[in-house]
Nanobody, 115 residues
């Protein structure tokens, strides 16, 4: 059974930083890796992605503040989050996908930003 395990969430003050990690039980080199988030009462939204070739993409609200990266040797993807805002508060989920069949999700890690 494929597992994705997120870590690094927590409670920080606005303006602070956190680094999320997601380690997979599979070899991720051919997967697009994504971070999504879901705030209370809201739909899950894509935050950032990194393709197998290293191309990155971000939602507008985190551009310039968040950075996604990957270490294929460790089967791990990271999300460096800087200049955090209260509106970044959410459960952050890791997703690995290379096709409809090979699409896996972690259980999420809570990020809470206090004002």
């Amino acid at each position: 059974q494929v597992q994705l395990v997120e870590s690094g969430g927590g409670l920080v003050q606005a303006g602070g930083s956190l680094r999320l990690s997601c380690t997979a039980s599979i070899n991720i080199f051919s997967y697009t890796m994504k971070w999504h988030r879901q705030a209370p009462g809201k739909q899950r939204e894509l935050v950032a992605l990194i393709t197998s070739g290293g191309t990155t993409n971000y939602r507008d609200s985190v551009m310039g503040r968040f950075a996604i990266s990957r270490d294929n040797a460790k089967n791990t993807v990271y999300l460096q989050m800087n200049s955090l805002k209260p509106e970044d508060t959410a459960v952050y989920y890791c997703n690995s996908r290379r096709n409809e069949r090979d699409d896996y999700w972690g259980k999420g890690t809570q990020v809470t930003i206090s004002s």
